[in-house]
């Protein structure tokens, strides 16, 4: 009986192993982008705070961010790479504290990839340029489209539109 319960227990550990091997799978996006820099290069032209966001896949903390309550017209860019992202006209109130929106402005500027980090299951948005974590896509979105792009102040730059 002892035997068993060691052999029970070994191959729990085996297979539990190998969920958490396949959830960091999971969170890496197989796609090929474009832009390539080593993470030297990303620390030289990155502020700590945006490293930590969009090489490290952090987060900042709810209602702390610099356009979570932006009401200007203009566009969003990405922090790293400045590829065009979201525009102001798709930007609406979530009550989440991050700058949220319901599309972007191309399909094909972002790259949505499975994130099961913290035992949750999310849709995360990276750039689909360099790979910068920008945030997460969630179904409770305004119409037309019903998602909100739950983005990280840190990840994005804005361009105020001229008049």
Partial sequence: ????????????TLALGACAQNNTKEQKHEKDFPMKK???????????????ILREKGTERAFTGKYWDNHEKGKYYCAACKQELFDS???FESGSGWPSFYKPVKEQAVVVGKDTSFGMERDEIVCSN?????GHVFPDGP????LRYCMNSAALEFKKENK
């Fill in 38 to 52: 080593t993470e030297q290069e990303w620390k030289a032209v990155l502020t700590d705070e945006q490293y930590y």
């Fill in 1 to 12: 009986m002892r035997k068993t319960n060691y052999i029970y227990l070994l191959l729990m």
């Fill in 89 to 91: 006209e798709t930007k």
């Fill in 130 to 134: 360099c790979g910068g974590h920008l």
């Fill in 143 to 146: 119409k037309p489209t019903g």
